[in-house]
């Protein structure tokens, strides 16, 4: 059953992410961490170009894909956004609750990005790693010099 291995592979990939946007992050709620992750996924989707949207859906695992494209009009031109609307953005997709650091978020998840794009356990080297960190550049504009101490 090829089918049914494809689907536990699929929902291992998000739970791999998922986790280590958990470790990342410092959080111990799933759902929370599921919710920043979406929230920052459709932020970042809806101010890239239609082509940049799609380059870093293609990196996606599988079911977090589907999540990304939910709700998706490929047709609108990319929001304009500021870094706080972004954030904003962010925030409102964790029903704006005052425990979550949006900068902080946006941090893990870029880096999760930079991670799962060039292969957990190898480096990133060459075109490799400057393809798979261009469209990225809308969450680099939150300094890495700002993310929390190490635990």
């Known amino acids: 059953m090829a089918a049914i291995s494809d689907l536990?592979?699929?929902v291992q990939a998000a739970e791999d992410w998922i986790d280590d946007l958990m470790r990342r992050l410092g959080w111990q709620d799933r759902e929370r961490v599921?919710?920043?992750l979406l929230a920052t996924l459709h932020s970042l989707r809806d101010c890239l170009t239609r082509d940049e949207a799609v380059y870093i859906g293609a990196q996606l695992p599988t079911l977090l894909r589907g999540l990304y494209y939910e709700g998706w009009h490929p047709s609108a031109r990319p929001a304009t956004?500021?870094?706080?609307?972004?954030?904003e953005r962010i925030h409102d997709g964790v029903?704006?609750?005052p425990g979550v650091d949006t900068e902080q978020v946006a941090r893990g998840i870029r880096a999760a990005c930079g991670a799962f794009a060039c292969g957990r356990d190898r480096g990133c080297?060459?075109?490799?790693a400057k393809r798979a960190a261009q469209p990225l550049a809308k969450?680099?504009?939150?300094p890495s010099s700002w993310a929390p101490p190490p635990n």
């Open 125 to 128: 080297e060459g075109r490799h």
């Open 34 to 36: 599921y919710l920043a």
């Open 81 to 87: 956004r500021s870094r706080s609307a972004f954030l």
């Open 95 to 97: 029903h704006r609750d």
């Open 139 to 142: 969450l680099r504009r939150i």
């Open 8 to 10: 536990n592979s699929a």
